[in-house]
Nanobody, 122 residues
Framework: QVQLVESGGGLVQAGGSLRLSCAAS????????MGWFRQAPGKEREFVAR????????YYGDSVKGRFTISRDNAKNTVYLQMNSLKPEDTAVYYC???????????????WGQGTQVTVSS
């Protein structure tokens, strides 16, 4: 059984930082693309960042470029999202996901975590 479990969300003031973690278990994810998405109330799910375990190339959504960094720990099968210079508009539920292709389209992702809430106060 495949599981993705996010952690690290919380409440932070604008300008602050948080690091989200996504622990993957159940299978080897070396051939998967790992992505982070977010969804704010009343809005569509938004692509945040992704990278491939095999090529390590990273991609970011325009709204987070220069502020967020996606990384991994192979030994722990864990993906991280370091979020700096947070803004109130970053408030959302953040999801970790895995896909077999390199894509920013959420429908193309096969496995999803349960999500973790990030709230940025002004």
């Amino acid at each position: 059984q495949v599981q993705l479990v996010e952690s690290g969300g919380g409440l932070v003031q604008a300008g602050g930082s948080l690091r989200l973690s996504c622990a993957a278990s159940g299978r080897t994810f070396s051939n998967y693309v790992m992505g982070w998405f977010r969804q704010a109330p009343g809005k569509e799910r938004e692509f945040v960042a992704r990278f491939g375990w095999s090529d390590s190339i990273t991609y970011y959504g325009d709204s987070v470029k220069g502020r967020f960094t996606i990384s991994r720990d192979n030994a722990k099968n864990t993906v991280y999202l370091q979020m700096n210079s947070l803004k109130p508009e970053d408030t959302a539920v953040y999801y970790c996901a895995a896909a077999r292709i390199s894509t920013y389209v959420s429908d193309d992702y096969d496995y999803w975590g349960q999500g973790t809430q990030v709230t940025v106060s002004s």
